[in-house]
């Protein structure tokens, strides 16, 4: 599908806020003070309008002008994987019996988001020397452990939750019941 000029975005736009007044192009003409012939080639994206055309569009539909811009500049980057399909990967824990799954690529954001599903089977070793940029959040799926952050060791267990400042030292450390499984979702700043 091609990409929509600003014209046609801000037209759409238009035509969604109205129609979800449930007025006519008619009534918003009259209300904006602009002919409905103007208003039907901003709808149908056939001209530019100026700013102050738009602010009284936007006043009329009682918007902010904003929000009249919402489908042109819009990301829609998207990433699926499907289960037990994520990428395995090679961390620092992998030498510990680790096992890493990669459930998401990163976007074309200002921020970079590592979701990861971390596996301890039997016969994995602790590993409490992770240290990187950025905060961490660990969701318990199975089993239970204890999970250091700095000075402190947190007994985690189904459902339990832990987010943290992951430049500090941290990782399991006590491993009460193997296998385990948890959710871990690294986000920090891209460079």
Known sequence: MASLTVEQAIGAQIRQHRKRLDITSA?????????PGMISKIENGQISSSLSTLTAIASALNVPIASLFAGYD??????????????????????????YELLAQSLGTDVAMEPFLITLPEGA???????????????????????????KLYHLEPGDTLYFDASVQHGPEELYALPMSYLSIIVYPKE
Do not use: N, W
């Open 27 to 35: 009534e918003l003409a009259a209300t904006a003070r602009i002919s």
């Open 74 to 99: 819009d990301r829609r980057d998207c990433s699926f994987v499907k289960a037990g399909q994520g990428a395995a990967t090679e961390r620092r824990g992998t030498k510990a019996g680790h096992i």
């Open 125 to 151: 070793a602790p590993y409490s020397a992770f240290r990187h940029s950025g905060v961490e959040m660990i969701y318990m799926l199975s089993g239970s452990v204890g999970y250091r952050h700095a000075d």
